[in-house]
């Protein structure tokens, strides 16, 4: 990663990189949704986030859509599971290699964890077939 990236610049790259990740509709929403504050922070999550980790050479897309997936369940943040897990999708992630870390997560996180990320996969499985999403 070049190290003389403006910040404007890496903003740039990492409302590319969320865009493909997280996807447009997702992505409008919440710039639409800036406020006085939360925008500093929105600013910061792309330009860092999306800008700088996300687009790092030493992981694919898809192995950062796994980890993430683990590491979400590991901290029960249930909504940005939900996210993650709809956003793999555009990672090239498969519903087997999604079932296969809510297994491993059993072990590791819990069951209590792993099993309430099996009911919130379920779900986003079922919006994904049906052709729709819901940000609950």
């Avoid at 403006?6 to 409008?28: C, F, I, K, N, S």
């Avoid at 996180?109 to 919130?120: K, T």
Wanted: proline letters at 2%; hydrophobic letters at 40%; charged letters at 25%.
């Amino acid at each position: 990663m070049d190290e003389q990236l403006t910040q404007r610049q890496r903003y740039q790259q990492g409302l590319t990189v969320r865009r493909a990740v997280l996807g447009d509709e997702h992505v409008d929403n919440t710039l639409a949704a800036l406020s006085p504050l939360n925008e500093e922070f929105q600013h910061f999550i792309t330009r860092y986030a999306w800008g700088e980790i996300w687009t790092r050479p030493g992981l694919s897309r898809h192995t950062r859509s796994l980890i993430t997936i683990a590491m979400l369940i590991a901290l029960n943040r249930e909504a940005e599971l939900k996210m993650h897990i709809r956003a793999a999708f555009n990672n090239g992630v498969t519903r087997e290699e999604i079932k296969e870390v809510l297994m491993h997560a059993a072990l590791y996180c819990g069951l209590p964890a792993s099993n309430a990320a099996f009911h919130l996969a379920q779900s986003v499985f079922a919006e994904h077939d049906a052709g729709r999403r819901s940000d609950d």
